[in-house]
């Protein structure tokens, strides 16, 4: 079993930046891709970006590009989720979740094996 812990999230103006983390543990050398999505209110969960094990490989949503950065925190078993210039659209619950290896990124729909149960981001004047 592999359990995530996401950290961060809070209340931001828009056009300010925040970070969010997230620390994955238990079985961890099982893991192959670890990342964010996010769910607006009312929305349907969306993929953010996603981060190989090694940080060598990053997938990101058309949205993200520019303004959102993965990266790996100097434990591989540590993402964080650099924010910038953020707007009132980007209030989300923020998930972080992981990708057992064996199976490969296909896309925004592929399916992922763990969850994090979320960080609240809210963007407001």
């Known amino acids: 079993q592999v359990q995530l812990v996401e950290s961060g999230g809070g209340s931001v103006q828009p056009g300010g930046s925040l970070r969010i983390s997230c620390e994955a543990s238990?079985?961890?050398?099982?893991?192959?891709?670890m990342g964010w999505f996010r769910q607006a209110p009312g929305k349907e969960r969306e993929f953010v970006s996603l981060?190989?094990?090694?940080?060598?490989?990053?997938h990101e949503a058309d949205f993200a590009k520019g303004r959102f950065t993965v990266s790996r925190g100097n434990a591989p078993t540590t993402i964080h989720l650099e924010m910038a210039t953020l707007q009132p659209e980007d209030t989300a619950v923020y998930y972080c979740?992981?990708?057992?290896?064996?199976?490969?990124?296909?896309?925004?729909?592929?399916?992922?094996?763990?969850w994090g149960k979320g960080t609240l981001v809210t963007v407001s004047s």
């Open positions: 981060i190989d094990w090694s940080g060598g490989v990053v």
């Open positions: 979740a992981a990708m057992l290896d064996g199976r490969g990124w296909t896309g925004p729909g592929t399916a992922m094996d763990y």
């Open positions: 238990g079985r961890t050398v099982s893991i192959n891709w």
